[in-house]
């Protein structure tokens, strides 16, 4: 495994993190959570990412309990706040009251004193930047939160959170966006932005939903136990299944499994390894059903692609690439 900083912090991360959005709590029982997050810890992975909202709560639960013993001072811990957590008015958003409440709850769950990167989960139009960054201010102040981050937010959101971060001494560092071969919205605006403010890129679905996974064949039913027929119903996805599960998608997506295979790489690592080239990404983050998916995918550490290869997987998917910077969150 390798280690990066995270932008201008002194915290480092691997370059693979393992998170547990739709599979702890979810998809895989306790049992594989755990023989998973094992394997990511024996391959090096000290970088662990989830949320209070995924599986309701469970997934922070399950993690918890599954890095129980675990020495604290090895890993960093990152979870999330802003998506709705109960029924109630303020069991969402980015309010003091939330922020404060949620960050107790998710300790409780993770069975931990602090958090090493608290992100804001989305921007919040409701409510001022002010209230948010005061309350993630005082949660550094009494060290339950070491390092705040965002996700999803705009290239001016980002720089407005840096202001007032500044004149809080509040340490915002990380920027969680998705990003990937085929999804590249934060390289018109967003990249720059955090960079300006040493803010560094611990990026989700490098691997497009499992579109990038190989698995999808053109002109195929999808495969028994795949993401896309487990997650089947679910709004989120079958935005994704408008937008990649089309023939000239999964066409490009085979070609690029070829391409992989002739760099003695398989099409995840390839993938992986791609959004690591990136020097402004600091860490990609993996989700996985069975230990073998993580043992595998921990191998595109270190990997540099050469430009040639670089170039290759660009003309591939000429005109397949999502490049909008509108289209953040």
């Known amino acids: 495994m390798n280690y990066r900083k995270l932008g201008a912090s002194g915290l480092s991360l691997s370059e693979i993190a393992f998170g547990n959005w739709i599979t702890h709590g979810a998809q895989v029982d306790n ?71 949620a960050c107790n709850s998710s300790l409780n769950r993770l069975q931990t004193d ?32 070491l390092y705040v981050g965002i996700s999803e937010w705009t290239a001016e959101q980002i720089g407005q959170a840096a202001v007032l971060a500044r004149e809080l001494r509040v340490p915002l560092v990380a920027s969680q966006p998705q990003y990937s071969m085929l999804w590249r ?14 803010i560094g890129q611990v990026v989700w679905s490098p691997l497009a939903q499992g579109i990038l996974s190989g698995k999808y064949l053109p002109n195929e039913p999808m495969p028994q136990g795949s993401r896309a027929s487990t997650s089947a119903g679910s709004p989120f ?17 085979s070609r690029l499994t070829s391409l992989a295979r002739e760099a003695g790489l398989t099409l995840p690592q390839l993938a992986l390894a791609w959004v690591l080239q990136n020097p402004q990404v600091s860490a990609a983050i993996i989700g996985a059903s069975k230990p073998e998916q993580v043992k595998e995918n921990v191998k595109a550490a270190g990997i540099c692609l050469e430009p040639e290869l670089m170039s290759q997987i660009d003309k591939i998917l000429e005109g397949l690439v999502e490049r909008d910077p509108e289209k953040t969150g």
């Open 31 to 101: 049992d594989t959570a755990k023989a998973c997050v094992h394997a990511a810890l024996d391959a090096g992975v000290t970088t662990f990412d989830t949320a209070d909202v995924y599986s309701d709560t469970k997934a922070e639960t399950v993690l918890g309990q599954v890095l129980k013993g675990v020495r604290r001072e090895s890993i960093e811990l990152c979870t999330k706040v802003y998506q709705p957590t109960g029924t109630g008015p303020n069991d969402r958003g980015l309010s003091r009251k939330h922020i404060m409440e």
């Open 185 to 198: 919205v934060i390289e018109a605006e967003v990249v720059q932005a955090c960079e300006r403010e040493g």
């Open 237 to 253: 996805f079958e935005r994704l299944a408008g937008q990649w599960l089309r023939t000239e998608v999964l066409v490009a997506v």
């Open 114 to 145: 602090y958090i090493d990167i608290y992100y804001a989960h989305r921007f919040d139009k409701k409510v001022s930047l002010e209230e948010t960054f005061l309350a993630f201010s005082d949660l550094v102040r009494q060290g339950k939160v």
